[in-house]
Protein backbone atom coordinates (compact mmCIF):
# COMPACT_ATOMS: atom_id res chain seq x y z
CA UNK A 1 0.00 0.00 0.00
CA UNK A 2 1.43 3.21 -1.04
CA UNK A 3 0.65 6.03 1.18
CA UNK A 4 -1.52 8.08 -0.67
CA UNK A 5 -4.01 5.18 -0.04
CA UNK A 6 -7.54 5.90 1.10
CA UNK A 7 -8.37 2.46 3.25
CA UNK A 8 -11.83 2.31 3.06
CA UNK A 9 -13.07 -0.48 6.03
CA UNK A 10 -16.77 -1.68 7.20
CA UNK A 11 -17.27 -2.13 10.56
CA UNK A 12 -13.82 -1.98 11.86
CA UNK A 13 -14.81 1.61 13.63
CA UNK A 14 -13.09 0.83 17.23
CA UNK A 15 -10.22 -0.99 15.89
CA UNK A 16 -9.65 2.50 13.60
CA UNK A 17 -10.23 4.77 16.76
CA UNK A 18 -8.08 2.67 19.12
CA UNK A 19 -5.22 2.73 16.15
CA UNK A 20 -5.50 6.06 15.85
CA UNK A 21 -5.02 7.22 19.76
CA UNK A 22 -2.24 4.75 19.85
CA UNK A 23 -0.42 7.06 16.84
CA UNK A 24 -1.40 10.14 18.72
CA UNK A 25 -0.07 8.56 22.22
CA UNK A 26 3.29 7.31 20.05
CA UNK A 27 3.39 10.99 18.37
CA UNK A 28 3.61 12.40 21.45
CA UNK A 29 5.74 10.79 23.06
CA UNK A 30 8.08 11.71 20.13
CA UNK A 31 8.29 8.13 19.20
CA UNK A 32 8.34 7.43 15.38
CA UNK A 33 5.82 5.55 13.21
CA UNK A 34 5.30 4.33 9.93
CA UNK A 35 3.33 6.72 8.22
CA UNK A 36 0.84 4.25 5.99
CA UNK A 37 -0.13 3.93 9.45
CA UNK A 38 -1.51 7.51 9.71
CA UNK A 39 -3.50 6.91 6.23
CA UNK A 40 -6.99 8.37 5.85
CA UNK A 41 -9.53 5.97 6.58
CA UNK A 42 -13.15 6.22 5.80
CA UNK A 43 -15.35 3.44 8.02
CA UNK A 44 -18.90 2.05 6.88
CA UNK A 45 -21.28 1.17 9.46
CA UNK A 46 -24.04 0.56 7.19
CA UNK A 47 -23.56 -2.47 4.55
CA UNK A 48 -25.90 -0.67 2.45
CA UNK A 49 -22.95 1.80 1.78
CA UNK A 50 -20.63 -0.95 0.85
CA UNK A 51 -23.11 -1.94 -1.69
CA UNK A 52 -23.16 1.08 -2.81
CA UNK A 53 -19.61 1.72 -3.38
CA UNK A 54 -19.28 -1.98 -5.05
CA UNK A 55 -21.66 -1.32 -8.03
CA UNK A 56 -20.15 -1.96 -11.01
CA UNK A 57 -20.90 1.60 -12.67
CA UNK A 58 -19.69 2.60 -9.28
CA UNK A 59 -16.43 1.03 -9.52
CA UNK A 60 -15.75 1.99 -13.35
CA UNK A 61 -16.49 5.40 -12.45
CA UNK A 62 -13.75 5.13 -9.25
CA UNK A 63 -11.27 3.44 -11.57
CA UNK A 64 -11.53 6.45 -14.47
CA UNK A 65 -11.18 9.13 -11.65
CA UNK A 66 -8.43 7.55 -10.46
CA UNK A 67 -6.71 6.15 -13.87
CA UNK A 68 -7.45 9.41 -16.36
CA UNK A 69 -7.77 11.92 -14.33
CA UNK A 70 -10.65 13.61 -15.64
CA UNK A 71 -11.16 17.48 -16.14
CA UNK A 72 -14.82 17.50 -15.59
CA UNK A 73 -18.35 15.59 -14.95
CA UNK A 74 -18.58 15.56 -18.47
CA UNK A 75 -15.39 14.03 -19.56
CA UNK A 76 -16.25 11.28 -16.84
CA UNK A 77 -19.32 10.36 -18.62
CA UNK A 78 -17.49 10.75 -22.19
CA UNK A 79 -14.57 8.22 -20.96
CA UNK A 80 -16.87 5.78 -19.68
CA UNK A 81 -19.64 6.09 -22.32
CA UNK A 82 -22.45 6.76 -20.27
CA UNK A 83 -25.25 9.41 -19.93
CA UNK A 84 -24.22 12.50 -17.87
CA UNK A 85 -26.76 12.53 -16.22
CA UNK A 86 -26.38 9.11 -14.64
CA UNK A 87 -22.62 9.79 -14.00
CA UNK A 88 -23.59 13.37 -12.26
CA UNK A 89 -25.82 11.05 -10.16
CA UNK A 90 -23.17 8.15 -8.92
CA UNK A 91 -20.31 10.55 -8.92
CA UNK A 92 -22.45 12.60 -6.45
CA UNK A 93 -23.61 9.34 -4.34
CA UNK A 94 -19.46 8.64 -4.22
CA UNK A 95 -18.63 12.16 -2.67
CA UNK A 96 -22.16 11.74 -0.37
CA UNK A 97 -20.00 7.56 0.46
CA UNK A 98 -17.32 10.15 1.15
CA UNK A 99 -15.15 8.45 -1.59
CA UNK A 100 -14.58 11.04 -4.25
CA UNK A 101 -14.72 14.91 -4.06
CA UNK A 102 -15.10 17.68 -6.57
CA UNK A 103 -12.51 20.54 -7.29
CA UNK A 104 -14.04 24.08 -9.01
CA UNK A 105 -12.55 25.50 -11.65
CA UNK A 106 -15.33 27.56 -13.47
CA UNK A 107 -18.54 25.93 -14.23
CA UNK A 108 -16.24 22.87 -14.53
CA UNK A 109 -16.65 20.25 -11.51
CA UNK A 110 -13.79 18.27 -11.26
CA UNK A 111 -14.27 13.99 -9.49
CA UNK A 112 -11.07 13.21 -7.74
CA UNK A 113 -10.34 10.61 -5.05
CA UNK A 114 -10.70 11.85 -1.67
CA UNK A 115 -8.10 13.77 -0.35
CA UNK A 116 -6.38 13.18 -3.28
CA UNK A 117 -5.42 9.80 -2.87
CA UNK A 118 -4.70 7.35 -6.00
CA UNK A 119 -5.79 4.17 -4.88
CA UNK A 120 -8.55 2.71 -2.63
CA UNK A 121 -7.97 -0.53 0.12
CA UNK A 122 -10.90 -2.19 0.90
CA UNK A 123 -11.29 -4.11 4.11
CA UNK A 124 -14.17 -6.08 5.63
CA UNK A 125 -13.94 -7.76 9.07
CA UNK A 126 -15.91 -10.54 9.40
CA UNK A 127 -18.50 -11.52 10.86
CA UNK A 128 -20.79 -8.96 8.74
CA UNK A 129 -24.34 -7.55 10.39
CA UNK A 130 -26.29 -8.69 7.35
CA UNK A 131 -29.28 -7.63 9.69
CA UNK A 132 -30.76 -4.69 8.15
CA UNK A 133 -33.82 -2.47 9.79
CA UNK A 134 -36.11 -3.47 7.50
CA UNK A 135 -35.54 -7.24 8.64
CA UNK A 136 -35.46 -6.76 12.02
CA UNK A 137 -39.03 -4.75 12.04
CA UNK A 138 -40.39 -7.55 10.11
CA UNK A 139 -38.98 -9.88 12.61
CA UNK A 140 -40.10 -8.08 15.48
CA UNK A 141 -44.03 -7.42 13.72
CA UNK A 142 -44.41 -11.44 13.43
CA UNK A 143 -42.99 -12.31 17.04
Do not use: C, W
Not at 69 to 78: K, L, M, N, Q
Amino acid sequence: MTTNTLKITYGQRENNQRAARERLRRAEAGDEFDEQEAAFILNFEDLDDVERLMRRLNLQLLDTVASERPESIRETARLVDRDYKEVHRNLEELEALGVIEFTTDGNRKRPILREGTEAIDLSITFPIDTDTSESASRRETSV
